[in-house]
């Protein structure tokens, strides 16, 4: 045996005897036939030609070649992936499949259906068994492969991979091109001739590819796969070989566990090879570091060469090759090694550093014989000869057999690492441009657009750059930076008002909104001044969207996305350095020093990050500034700005995501995402839209779950994670064309626990959160793993805030639903091992949606999946990890790709067609505004980690604020009982003030030490208190905070009581001195304006001159400084500081109040004015109210929604003007429709009510959203409350005598008006979902009629005003609320309340504060007593008056007003006295309430009987006020009314008693004559008139009276000309005005005497009645004349649910009937046994007492109304009631 040993070792030749026999072949070297290439013709031969057409046409692609109708993205996606039943399909199936990246789309194309339509197709024969062995199989038919008329076969699937990449767009190719690459197979960069088309190098459809690997210095690199210098290692082969080439390649990639490279053992790899002949194919290796022992130890392309490398369609593939390989490794058989002319022909070809690889095969057939071997050693002896290096050939047989695989994969990489270990210079995949140019291959990106918007985005980007790299965004994109993200802070405080402080709420929040302005300004400044976006962008761009368009924005993005990954890796490395440093550092102030320099280093980072979507975003910010700075934009910024939405709206149709929230700002631009979804709308229509969300913990993998399952792009960004949300919309698949929907739209997210938020993250997290499930109809809740700790946190969280937005917003109707996709969980029974773990998730989310329910006001909400739908068995799924390996050569696992389409399926079929809610873009719009306007309006909830830490925060502020409020009262009760103190104090008050300060501060120390107690006890025996501890010290924060904010209130308070003491004590010593001093004054102005000479002035030409010198005067009388205080903004903020964690819902409430309170007053006005209504008469009060009210409130209503949407419509276009205008123009055209229905008496006046009223309302709710600049008229005080300056202009203007209107109606001026008209709905306001006690509506009402008059007295006892009184009230709330122990209330409920207890109170606050303040103001006390006299004693000086004039007109304006004062505080008395006489229903109370029955009847009005019944004292107080306003205040004719009448008669008695006493003695003339004579007449009319004596005794200084008869006759004689003045005022006075002059006012005396006891009977609502109230007290009991059918009380059968008939008398007759009531506690007791429950009561029992027919009528004709009532069945009605008639009710009328 002789054995030769090559150098490499890897040809071993063996002599030995071999059977020449068996030999299948030999080979000659004059048998070796070899054409050159030069010698090829290229032309395509028509059979090829023929059959490339027939491909195209079966596979339906024919249209697809021609340059203009490529296949889109869109179209793609329209398609179905389980249609597969011809081979037109199979284009479609593999585009679907590589979008959801699962390889196998490549292979396996051939369905069952496809094979078995070819073979009928073909006429083949089909076995008529199911199953055929091998050799049946083998002799089962033959095809004639030399006819010509050979059949075609069924595809090869590289054909079709290279069918749908020449037929895709530019753009499609890209995102296949991604796909294939995150499969790991292979990517053809070089096409050969196809059709009529030349050859084509693919480098566009490879520039978005971006690959991820290692340096060789192992610093990890991101870049596009065109652009790494890396080796390039190229294979073909040459001839026939055994060994599949591809094959073999994909071994030396990865170990053969992936047909990277497709090849003939793969699924259909036997099939015909038309269109891939001649490909080149790239693929990428990049060793990984963490393998030990790897072959290749280089990052390279590996190229692969489809076909014969000497066949003509090869050539210029060939040559191609050898230009750009670092290395070529030829495959060659040893039966065509006979002629080295082959490799010599190769070699030509190479570049000068390119090496050659030899690797020879064999036939296995083919004997090593002798003949062979010789022929081997020669073919390698005259390549050394030629200078081949004979390490480079490589042998895949030995003598025996052919070489293991795992042999000749170790050999040949051993050959490779060594030939690469000799390169120097490597090219990139763009430098083969040239190289592709020369051998006259296309570029496929060498087209005119693409062209041209290359060299476009490259210019921009140069000059994007020449500045540096540093803070790109800011020098480039300043719109976006720091204008936009101050503005988004702005516009979040706005809403939330968390920084406000003690600042004026209107002040505050106009300061933000002009700063708002200034913002916005400065972003149209920074537009409209020479920068990219404008300048080298927006121009570039047009509407329509044109493909070149398309390109450059496609190079923007390429080109910035590699600026990106350019310049992170340096600033990551930096941040992480200093993340060492820190972590390594124990010197605490170094390590603060660190922890600022890695701020600094992350925001550097944040801000470097530089992509295409940061130029939308500044798209979006351009005309964000233009559409809100409107006018103040060039015009041809304007034109510039107009056409972007509808630019973007295109561009979103062709599939690019438009951003809905910026990630930098974390807030949304709404008026652009709006104007771009409006012309999304305008294109598609109303067509249904389905809107699918992903929810996710950062880099668990949900934009390539999205992308996967809907062949998105949503590009992860260039260095880092996705930031914001972004939306893309698709057209919903042909597959799914049985659904009710066109559209998909899908919306990606950032990720949760972020870690660069820091701090802020839990609440950014939360909001996000909240948007994306609320936008979403379907979520997909995305966990990384098993554990889904954080996302239960989180949907937590989620579930609250729905609830507050939905209680905040009843529009917001939202059915989201969810599904759970748990990646990298890929064991088999994930489900059943995992069960337990689910189910405790859903336990703990319904857990939390009942607790959210009660707290938020639904309590129907139970279940999570009743909020949100969720199917415990359905809609959680398991799913492998996306990679199948170790990265980075690991393939997508297919299982991946699979799994997903499942949940598609799942989304697409079962979810989608069940939904009931249809959304269109439009309707997806307002949801995104009412979301973002929700979440805006929410804080407190987003600031917490899950539930359980919200309801621990909740309970710790319920505790603390009883503490504070301990604290708080403590300190108000010491002042009040100090204030007593202070008020008769007149000396040492400085010494007192001293001595109170020092108590005031040990009493509350006191109480602030107790306090302290109470909250450490709390927080240390609580059962959260491991939660409660992070709140710890801000509790005691607060608490130590507020004790001393009390005591400096108290102090305060204390100083202001003292300093008015001061003042009063002050004012008695200096009024005489400046008295004396005005009078001086006054006598001097008298004596120049006479020697003026001129004529003689009138007394109101007089009162002028003086008020001006008066005014003067008043400088020199100190006035004390006071604080302007608003009581409106005070209860506002009182309200908000209480509701803090409720801010929406209280702004919402307030809203809606206000909406009320404006159609309310609107309401009475139109009953003032109403001419039906001016007579008062019954029946004319009875049509008004009952056959127009309806119609009237429904124009009143649609009035003011009509003002609502113009407000709305305003705050859009932001033109104040024409919003004032449409607002009067909407006010005439309700006044037309009700003078359709009603006469009105001073048309004039009622319309300016009308459009007072309507510009308030427009004023409270939006003067916080738009900023009102101030009217430029000559009257800038505002006409009414709240009235804005922009109304005020235009109310004005259209009715100058509104001011007239307003002060002749102030009371209706109001914006909030004293009532008592709350309406406690049970439903709305309780949460009894069942059980509920049928008489809680009753009792409630009750209480919450005495909690109204418990807080009238409270504001009767007040002083002043201070925020702690609206504490008070809110507290009344609360005890009233522990009253009802077994009646759930709403938060709605209480904070409802609250507004109406505030606005019930606003009034008198007022009233008070104004008192307080005028208490204090010696200015306003010196006028108000002193201008009158002060006057006169001027005019006496003019008209040269005697003293003995001047002395009586002077007195007798100071007696007139003690007359009026007089009359005024004994006509309560008076009228009560008249009343009483000549008004015969309210003598006595048995006739008063026969009357009202008698009203009842004649009115017949089922809510009139109703209230008498359900609330005796308001029915009864209506009526008592009708029958006195109508003898009293009634109009007569030719008359004064009642009121006035008997107002004059008093008036006259009582100036005829003064006038007599001042004649009646005189005495004698000497120098104290008149202080006697002063003296006497006080004494003599004191008991009448409340008249200080030392206010007369210095009136009358300075006066010489000589004659006191004279004077005597002169005073009597004024005083009587006051008379008529005085009967003047009294008789402009109104019911209004007696009610609020007198506490005891007439109504109020009457009501005594008529109303009696009020008690009601318990069963039927009979009213007692005896007379005297609280009779019960002394044993008397109540009782009734009379007691009705028991349905009248509300009583049922408990078996049928009707309402009973017979009355009381005859059920507590018998020991038979038994009752249940709320005060039963619902159990049993016999009626006979009542007084154990009723003891007051006395109920004579009667079986022969019968109902009398006045009730039965009522039943009768009322039944439906009163069942409907009570929630209960009709009563059985007996036929004999029926025929009562309405004279036999009123007859039978006793008491």
């Not at 809110?1370 to 009646?1383: F, G, L, S, W, Y």
């Not at 008869?1605 to 000309?1617: A, Y």
């Amino acid at each position: 045996m002789e054995k030769v040993l090559e150098n490499n070792g890897a040809l071993e030749v063996c002599k030995e005897n071999a059977d020449n026999s068996e030999s299948s072949m030999k080979v000659n070297d004059e048998d070796t036939s070899y054409e050159k290439f030069e010698n090829i013709s290229l032309t395509k031969d028509n059979q090829t030609l023929k059959r490339e057409e027939e491909l195209f046409s079966k596979l339906g692609l024919t249209k697809y070649m021609e340059r203009n109708d490529k296949i889109s993205l869109q179209e793609v996606m329209s398609k179905s992936l389980k249609k597969r039943n011809s081979m037109n399909d199979i284009p479609w199936y593999v585009f679907l499949k590589m979008l959801m990246i699962d390889y196998r789309g490549r292979d396996e194309i051939i369905s069952a259906e496809i094979e078995s339509s070819f073979s009928t197709h073909q006429n083949i024969q089909k076995p008529e068994k199911d199953f055929i062995d091998d050799f049946e199989e083998m002799f089962s038919g033959k095809v004639d492969d030399d006819s010509p008329d050979t059949l075609f076969s069924l595809p090869h699937p590289m054909d079709v991979l290279v069918a749908v990449i020449l037929c895709s767009s530019d753009f499609l190719r890209q995102i296949l091109c991604e796909k294939l690459f995150m499969c790991k197979l292979s990517i053809p960069l070089v096409i050969p001739p196809v059709l009529r088309e030349e050859s084509v190098f693919l480098l566009w459809s490879l520039r978005s590819t971006v690959a991820k690997f290692t340096l060789p210095g192992g610093s990890l690199c991101e870049t596009s796969v065109v652009d790494p210098h890396i080796p390039i290692v190229s294979c073909l082969r040459l001839g026939e070989i055994s060994r599949s080439k591809s094959k073999f390649l994909n071994e030396i990639l990865n170990d053969q566990s992936h047909p990277t490279f497709f090849h003939r053992d793969c699924s259909n790899g036997i099939n015909t090879r038309i269109l891939s002949e001649g490909t080149i194919e790239i693929a990428w290796y990049f060793p990984s570091q963490k393998t030990e022992n790897i072959d290749l130890r280089t990052n390279l392309a590996l190229l692969n060469l489809r076909g014969d490398g000497k066949s003509a369609k090869t050539a210029k593939s060939v040559e191609f090759l050898c230009k750009i390989s670092s290395i070529v490794l030829v495959m060659i058989d040893v039966s065509d090694i006979g002629n080295s002319d082959n490799i010599d022909s190769i070699r030509t070809k190479l570049s000068q550093d390119t090496k050659l690889i030899l690797l020879l095969t064999k036939q296995p057939r083919t004997k090593l014989d002798e003949t062979i071997t010789e022929r081997i050693k020669k073919f390698v002896e005259s390549l050394k000869c030629k200078g081949f290096q004979q390490e480079n050939i490589i042998f895949d047989f030995n003598i025996r057999s052919e070489k293991n695989i795992k042999h000749l994969k170790n050999k040949t990489n051993n050959v490779i690492n060594k030939n690469l270990a000799e390169r120097t210079k490597e090219i990139s995949l763009e430098d083969c441009i040239e190289v592709a140019n020369s051998l006259e291959i296309r570029v496929d990106e060498n087209t005119p657009e693409c062209s041209r918007s290359k060299k476009l985005a490259l210019s921009v980007v140069k000059e994007i750059c020449k500045s540096g790299m540093n803070n790109l965004k800011a020098k480039n994109l300043p719109l976006q930076c720091r204008p936009w993200q101050e503005w988004a802070k702005l516009n979040t405080e706005k809403h939330r008002r968390e920084k406000r402080g003690i600042q004026n709420m209107d002040s505050y929040l106009d300061k933000i909104s002009n700063d708002m302005r200034k913002l916005r300004q400065e972003q149209l400044l920074l537009l409209e001044k020479p920068n990219i976006l404008c300048g080298r962008l927006l121009n570039n761009l047009s509407e329509p969207v044109s493909e070149e368009n398309l390109y450059f924005l496609q190079w923007m993005k390429l080109l910035l996305d590699k600026i990106s990954r350019q310049t992170l890796p340096d600033l990551q490395k930096k941040c992480s350095k200093k993340w060492n440093e820190i972590r390594q550092c124990e010197d605490v102030t170094k390590q603060s020093d660190l922890r600022v320099e890695l701020d600094t280093s992350e925001r550097e980072l944040a801000e470097s990050y530089f992509g295409l979507e940061h130029f939308m975003r500044e798209i979006a910010q351009a005309y964000e500034s233009v559409h809100y700075t409107g006018k103040e934009a060039s015009d041809e910024t304007l034109k510039l700005i107009q056409c972007l939405p509808s630019m973007m709206a295109e561009l979103m149709l062709l599939g690019y995501p438009l951003e809905i929230m910026d990630g930098d700002a974390a807030h949304i631009p709404m008026k652009w995402v709006q104007a771009v979804l409006a012309q999304v709308s305008k294109r598609i229509g109303n067509k249904k839209i389905f809107v699918v969300s992903v929810l996710g913990i950062q880099s668990s993998g949900k934009s390539t779950l999205l992308n996967a399952m809907f062949g998105l792009q949503f590009a992860v960004a260039a260095g880092r994670c996705t930031r914001g949300v972004f939306a893309q919309l698709l057209p919903v698949s042909s597959e799914y064309s049985g659904t009710s929907y066109d559209y998909i739209l899908v919306v990606d997210t950032e990720g949760l626990r972020a870690a660069e938020l820091g701090k802020e993250k839990i609440h950014h997290d939360n909001e996000i959160a909240t948007l994306v499930i609320g936008l979403g109809d379907i979520t997909m809740v995305n966990v990384k793993g098993e554990n889904v700790s954080e996302m239960e946190d989180v949907l937590e969280i989620v579930v609250h805030a729905l609830m507050k937005m939905s209680l905040v917003n009843k529009n917001l109707k939202l059915q989201p639903s969810c599904l759970f996709i748990h990646q990298n969980v890929s064991a088999q029974d994930a489900s059943q091992k995992l069960r337990i773990g689910q189910q405790k998730l859903i336990e703990t989310l319904d857990k939390v949606t009942k607790a959210a329910g009660k707290q938020e006001d639904n309590p129907q909400y139970t279940k999570f999946k009743q909020l949100i739908d969720f199917d415990i068995n359905k809609d959680i799924w398991y799913i492998p990890d996306l990679w199948k390996g170790d990265p980075p050569m690991a393939p997508v696992n297919p299982g991946y790709s699979e799994n997903i389409d499942s949940v598609k399926q799942r989304l697409m079929t079962d979810i989608m067609q069940k939904r009931s809610l249809y959304l269109t873009a439009d309707k997806f719009s307002a949801r995104l505004k009412d979301l973002c306007h929700g979440i805006l309006d929410q804080n407190f909830v987003f600031s917490f980690k899950n539930s359980l830490e919200m309801d621990a925060y909740n309970f710790l502020e319920r505790e603390l604020s009883d503490i504070l409020w301990l604290m708080k009262s403590t300190g108000m009760e010491w002042f009040n009982i100090k204030r007593n103190l202070i008020g008769n104090s007149d000396d040492k008050l400085a010494k007192l003030c001293h001595d109170l300060e020092s108590e005031c501060r040990k009493h509350i120390d006191n109480a602030f030490q107790e306090a302290e107690k109470k909250l450490d006890d709390f927080f240390t025996t609580n059962e959260d208190r491991s939660i409660l501890e992070q709140w710890r010290a801000n509790s005691s924060l607060r608490l130590k905070t507020s004790y001393s904010d009390i005591i400096n209130s108290v102090i305060g308070n204390v100083r202001c009581e003292i300093e008015k003491r001061k003042i009063q004590v002050e004012q008695k010593k200096v009024m005489k001195s400046y008295i004396n001093t005005t009078m001086k004054d006054a006598q001097k102005l008298a004596e120049e304006l006479r020697q003026e000479g001129q004529k003689k002035l009138s007394e109101e030409e007089l009162e002028l001159k003086f008020r001006e010198k008066w005014n003067e005067w008043m400088k020199d009388v100190p006035q004390k400084e006071t604080e302007d205080l608003s009581v409106v903004e005070k209860i506002s903020d009182t309200l908000e500081r209480h509701f803090k964690h409720d801010f929406a819902l209280l702004k919402s409430l307030q809203e809606e109040r206000c909406q009320e309170t404006a159609r309310d007053n609107c309401v009475n006005a139109v009953e003032r004015y109403s001419a039906d209504t001016i007579s008062f008469s019954v029946s004319r009060v009875t049509h008004f109210h009952y056959n127009h009210k309806d119609i009237v409130l429904k124009f009143i209503n649609n009035m003011i929604e009509n003002v609502k949407r113009i407000m709305s419509e305003m705050h859009e276009q932001m033109n104040h003007e024409q919003c004032a205008q449409e607002v009067l123009g909407c006010i005439y055209e309700t006044l037309q429709k009700l003078n359709e229905v009603l006469r009105f008496n001073y048309v004039y006046e009622l319309h300016t009510c009308l459009a007072i009223f309507s510009f308030q309302y427009a004023s409270y709710p939006y003067s916080r959203i738009s900023t009102f600049e101030p009217g430029q008229g000559n009257d800038q005080e505002e006409v009414a409350y709240g009235i804005l300056p922009v109304f005020e202009q235009a109310l004005l203007k259209r009715f100058p005598k509104a001011k007239d209107v307003m002060r002749k109606f102030k009371p209706e001026l109001m914006q909030q008006t004293r009532s008592k008209n709350f309406i406690f709905d049970v439903e709305k306001h309780t949460q009894m979902t069942e059980g509920k006690p049928s008489n809680v509506k009753e009792q409630v009402q009750k209480l919450l009629d005495n909690l109204f008059d418990e807080v009238e007295s409270y504001t009767d006892m007040v002083y002043g005003f201070q925020e702690l009184y609206i504490e008070e009230i809110i507290h009344k709330i609360t005890a009233m609320e522990r009253k009802c122990n077994d009646v759930n209330f709403t938060k709605t409920f209480r904070i409802q309340l609250a507004i109406y207890l505030c606005q019930f109170s606003l009034p008198k606050f007022c009233e008070k504060q104004k008192r307080f303040e005028q208490d204090r103001d010696q200015r306003f006390l010196y006028e108000r007593d002193n201008y009158g006299p002060c006057f006169e004693r001027f005019k006496n000086f003019y008209f040269k008056f005697t003293n003995e004039q001047a002395l009586a007109n002077v007195l007798s304006e100071r007696v007139g007003k003690g007359i009026e004062n007089a009359v005024n505080m004994d006509m309560a008395r008076a009228l009560a006295k008249d009343v009483k006489s000549n008004v015969s229903q309210l003598q006595l109370k048995p006739v008063f309430l026969k009357s009202v029955l008698h009203q009842l009847l004649e009115v017949d009005e089922f809510e009139e009987f109703y209230l008498y019944l359900n609330d005796y004292c308001a029915s009864t107080e209506k009526w008592l006020c009708y029958y006195i306003d109508e003898y009293l205040f009634a109009e007569q004719t030719n008359a004064p009314n009642r009121y006035t009448q008997i107002a004059s008669q008093k008036v006259e008695s009582l100036v005829s008693e003064v006038c007599k006493e001042i004649v009646s003695q005189i005495p004698g003339n000497n120098e104290n004559s008149l202080l006697l004579w002063i003296k006497d007449f006080h004494s003599r009319v004191k008991d009448k008139l409340a008249l200080p004596e030392d206010d007369l005794l210095s009136l009358s200084e300075g006066y010489e009276i000589v004659s006191l008869e004279t004077f005597s006759e002169h005073f009597s004689n004024k005083v009587l000309e006051h008379q008529n003045k005085i009967k003047e005022i009294f008789s402009t006075h109104t019911a209004d005005d007696h009610k609020n002059a007198h506490e005891d006012n007439v109504y109020k005396l009457i009501g005594i005497e008529v109303k009696g006891c009020t008690e009601r009977c318990p069963f039927c609502s009979a009213p007692c009645s005896r007379n005297t109230p609280g009779h019960e007290k002394g044993g008397v009991h109540h009782i009734a004349v009379e007691h009705y059918p028991q349905a009248c009380g509300g009583y049922k059968r408990l078996v049928t649910n009707r309402l009973v008939t017979k009355n009381c008398t005859a059920f507590v007759d018998s020991w038979f009937y038994a009752f249940s009531s709320k005060d039963t506690k619902v159990l049993p007791c016999r009626y006979a046994s009542y007084r154990d429950l009723y003891p007051d009561w006395d109920i004579h029992g009667d079986a022969s007492v019968d109902a009398t027919p006045y009730w039965k009528w009522f039943l009768v004709k009322y039944e439906a109304e009163l069942a409907n009532r009570f929630n209960a069945g009709r009563p059985s009605i007996p036929s004999s009631w029926t025929r009562i008639t309405k004279e036999d009710a009123e007859n039978s009328i006793v008491l």
